[in-house]
């Protein structure tokens, strides 16, 4: 039998071609293929406009759509005239996009994804997030503590869904009543439950809580860090500043964890997880400098890999496994790096894999060295595959070991705060540094460094106009003057319907441009291939949004972080904190609709 015989056809043109497409299953006496066409079949080919050929006896032919994807809605071009029932088929068409089950006239618009999701023809343009309604407000008292000084956020336990965030507050009073600055860390969790514009009290959702001793200044610094890289933040890291009992002596500071959360009501060493001592050595009365600041990276065979910084000793201790020497001091079980050049190396610090293989390397600032101009600031970058092969107790150089950045503007103290992630896209992370500007006169900047690769910078400190080919650096520099503009910066990551973007606080904005007035703004910029394409960028022309606060005063931005996605929408949020400083209240703001 000839199956063209006698029948006729439905056909769409495309490109002038009328096409013709046999061998599904169409009923009314028409000749079958032994083997159908699949759904999945089709969506690897190019799909003719098309038809199918029905017998011409065919009581009540009837159309359907090809759905490829499985999503109900048929795509218009792919259509066929049948008289049964076709798998694969449907009845309704207008799908945009048949290959993907996310787009169709039934889909949810998600605003800002880059995608038309309903077919309506457009991508929605995000609201503007409003501190107002789309952020939670924890009111604490406004104690002139240090509340808000240091934030880590997306925590979890291990017998709660609700992610946490810890709050350091360092000049806080010791349990004992005295006014040293003893510290303390704040817990909450919970949150999920609380939607955008509640304002509740801080102790109402207070979970946890750890109070320092004399001198210790707990929640100066403040890092979190994922058990073995399995995609949950576990563990809080904190440095202390002074000195502590421990059961084998007096350490002089230290480093102190604790896994899954903060006790209830705990103390520094009784309830902790873990320590380890500067040394065993010191005068229980004395008040030193110790630990200001802490960062975690991971090394492969090693897991959590810390650097504890004491500048004011001109050192940055590296400790790999932790655990595994857990009260032995430091020069017995770390690797040190002397900064000979006291350059505050280290004041800040960060871990990231910036060349791919694996282990973390650390990156440590220097916001006074003076290479190229004085106080210009700069950094370093250490290899952690370099940094893993030193034996514990080794000592090094600085300037001898790793290579670096050196900016050359004058008082800048580039890398007072830092931080890293992929804002390019590319898969490696980027390095972000904050700047202190001295001069009121200039308005301050943030910068964006993308170091390419290590050989190229053949263990040189490099003024930036020298960087080689492979790397590069941009700045984002703010438009009002002494408005502490990089005081905080924080990488948020993707999330499943957000972007990776860059929040930059600037506590020291005033929307009347009184420099008098500490009122508050935070930028937020996504993340995007193009940063680099550009020497320099204007901050509020290439924020994506900026939130401003409600509460005039209160210097909003005193810390930022990451809080993971706490209400459950496929986007991370933001915590944001302020000192209160001329405001009854101090707060931690959970922002919920970043905009990225």
Not at 28 to 37: D, F, I, L
Not at 217 to 244: C, D, K, M, P
């Amino acid at each position: 039998m000839n199956p063209t015989s006698g029948l006729s056809a439905l056909a769409f043109p495309r490109g002038g071609v009328w096409a013709c497409v046999l061998g599904f299953s169409v009923g009314c006496g028409v000749e079958r293929a032994a083997s159908p066409v699949s759904p999945a079949d089709r969506a690897g080919s190019a799909l003719p406009e098309a038809l199918m050929l029905v017998e011409a006896d065919c009581p009540a032919p009837f159309i359907r759509y090809a759905d490829a994807d499985g999503d109900g809605v048929g795509d218009p071009d792919v259509a066929v005239e049948v008289c049964e029932e076709v798998p694969g088929f449907v009845a309704d068409s207008g799908d945009c996009d048949d290959l993907r089950t996310d787009i169709s006239p039934l889909a949810e618009e998600a605003c800002g994804d880059g995608l038309d999701n309903n077919c309506d023809g457009l991508d929605h343009v995000c609201p503007a997030p409003d501190i107002t309604t789309d952020a939670v407000g924890l009111l604490r008292e406004a104690k002139g503590d240090g509340f808000g000084f240091t934030a880590i956020g997306g925590l979890e336990n291990d017998t709660e869904t609700s992610l946490m965030g810890v709050f350091g507050a360092y000049e806080a009073g010791s349990r004992e009543g005295l006014t040293d600055d003893a510290g303390a860390l704040l817990q909450v969790s919970a949150l999920e439950t609380l939607d955008g514009g509640d304002r509740v009290d801080f102790e109402l959702v207070q979970t946890g809580s750890i109070t320092g001793l004399p001198n210790t200044a707990l929640g100066q610094s403040l890092a979190r860090a994922q058990t073995n890289r399995n995609g949950h933040w576990e563990r809080i890291y904190v440095g202390v500043g002074g000195s502590f009992e421990v059961p084998t002596g007096t350490a002089s500071c230290g480093i102190v964890w604790w896994d899954f959360g903060l006790p209830e009501a705990g103390q520094l060493i009784e309830d902790s997880d873990g320590w380890i001592p500067c040394d065993l050595t010191a005068d229980p009365t004395a008040t030193t400098n110790g630990i200001e600041a802490v960062a975690v990276g991971f090394w492969p065979g090693e897991g959590d890999v810390v650097a504890a910084p004491r500048t004011a000793n001109d050192i940055i201790w590296v400790l790999p496994d932790p655990e595994s020497w857990l009260g032995d001091p430091m020069p017995t079980v770390g690797k040190r790096l002397n900064d000979l050049d006291e350059e505050s190396l280290g004041e800040q610090v960060a871990w990231a894999d910036l060349d791919g293989d694996g282990f973390d390397d650390l990156i440590a600032a220097a916001p006074t060295r003076g290479t190229v101009a004085h106080d210009a600031g700069g950094f370093d970058v250490f290899s952690g595959d370099e940094l893993d092969s030193w034996d514990p107790g080794a000592e090094f150089d600085a300037r001898a070991f790793g290579f670096g950045v050196a900016f050359s503007e004058a008082n800048q103290n580039v890398g007072v705060t830092i931080a890293t992630g992929d804002l390019t896209g590319d898969g490696r992370a980027e390095v972000i540094l904050g700047s202190f500007e001295e001069d009121a006169s200039i308005p301050a900047s943030v910068y964006i460094a993308d170091i390419g690769s290590f050989e190229d910078f053949g263990g040189r400190r490099l003024a930036v106009a020298d960087l080689p080919a492979s790397a590069g650096v941009t700045r984002i520099t703010s438009d009002q003057l002494a408005d502490l503009y990089g005081y905080k910066v924080a990488y948020i990551p993707e999330g499943d319907t957000s972007s990776a973007g860059l929040a930059i606080a600037a506590p020291g904005w005033d929307s009347a441009g009184d420099t008098a007035i500490l009122d508050g703004r935070i930028y937020l910029f996504a993340a995007s291939p193009d940063w680099l394409d550009s020497a320099a960028h204007d901050a509020p022309t290439a924020a994506t949004t900026t939130i401003d606060t409600d509460l005039p005063g209160e210097a909003l931005g005193t810390a930022l972080a990451d809080a993971g996605d706490v209400d459950g929408d496929g986007a991370n949020d933001l915590w944001m904190t302020s000192f209160g400083i001329s405001t009854t209240y101090a707060r931690a703001v959970l922002l919920q609709n970043t905009g990225l």
